[in-house]
Nanobody
């Protein structure tokens, strides 16, 4: 499966952005999906994950209550709604797919990755 992330940009602290991830392939609804981010000089970290059915989600503590992950299997899309953005949310954001029975959050558990979209939050 190929992934294309979009929706990043420059926003002031307290603002919102909605990231989108478009997937190709016929088996999209069999993959768990995750959003990750990587800031300069830091390791890639999980932001949110959603099960193949969309029934189960998982969030990093740092984004709970501010970010919402969702998916539309008919459109082969995954979204990340980001509200109340903070300067520490600045990073390149990636979407990725995972095969397997349950959702996970570690980057090594994911198989295919999109190219990333830059999110910059100014103070």
């Amino acid at each position: 499966v190929q992934l294309q992330a979009s929706g990043g940009g420059l926003v002031q602290a307290g603002g919102s952005l909605r990231l989108s991830c478009a997937a190709s392939g016929r088996t999209f609804n069999s993959y768990h999906m995750g959003w990750f981010r990587q800031a300069p000089g830091k390791e890639r970290e999980s932001v949110a994950a959603i099960s193949a059915s969309g029934m189960t989600t998982n969030y990093a503590d740092s984004v709970k209550g501010r970010f919402t992950i969702s998916r539309d299997n008919a459109k082969k899309m995954v979204y990340l709604q980001m509200n109340s953005l903070k300067p520490e949310d600045t990073a390149v954001y990636f979407c990725a797919t995972r095969s397997g029975p349950v959702i996970r959050t570690a980057p090594y558990e994911y198989d295919s990755w999109g190219q990333g979209t830059q999110v910059t939050v100014s103070s």
